[in-house]
């Protein structure tokens, strides 16, 4: 069973860009596909995006394609969202997920979970 935790949130600017981790325990990262999850205030969990296992295969949700970049280190049992050129309606707290099914970006697939980490962007 695998334990998820992020890091990296923070407040920033408009403009600005933040790097989240999450670091893997209790089983190996290359074990699952990964996602990237979001909460804002008021609104339900959205997807952000997922990597499959080799990271070869990524997912961006319209919103923040060309932005964000989802990557992973499965030597050091860590994934990454680097999330570029941040805007105020990026606000929410981020988490990091993992999946034993292939390719999927949907919340429900997804086994194990992070506590979430926070991120304000202000205007």
């Known amino acids: 069973q695998a334990q998820l935790v992020e890091s990296g949130g923070g407040s920033v600017q408009a403009g600005d860009s933040l790097r989240l981790s999450c670091a893997v325990s209790?089983?190996?990262?290359?074990?699952?596909?990964m996602g990237w999850f979001r909460q804002a205030p008021g609104k339900e969990r959205d997807s952000v995006g997922a990597?499959?296992?080799?990271?070869?295969?990524?997912y961006y949700a319209d919103s923040v394609k060309g932005r964000f970049t989802i990557s992973r280190d499965n030597a050091n049992n860590t994934v990454y969202l680097q999330m570029n050129s941040l805007k105020p309606e990026d606000t929410a707290v981020y988490y990091c997920?993992?999946?034993?099914?292939?390719?999927?970006?949907?919340?429900?697939?997804?086994?194990?979970w992070g506590q979430g980490t926070q991120v304000t962007v202000s205007s």
């Open positions: 997920a993992a999946t034993e099914v292939f390719h999927s970006a949907r919340q429900w697939d997804y086994n194990y």
């Open positions: 209790g089983r190996s990262v290359s074990s699952y596909d």
């Open positions: 990597i499959s296992r080799g990271g070869r295969v990524t």
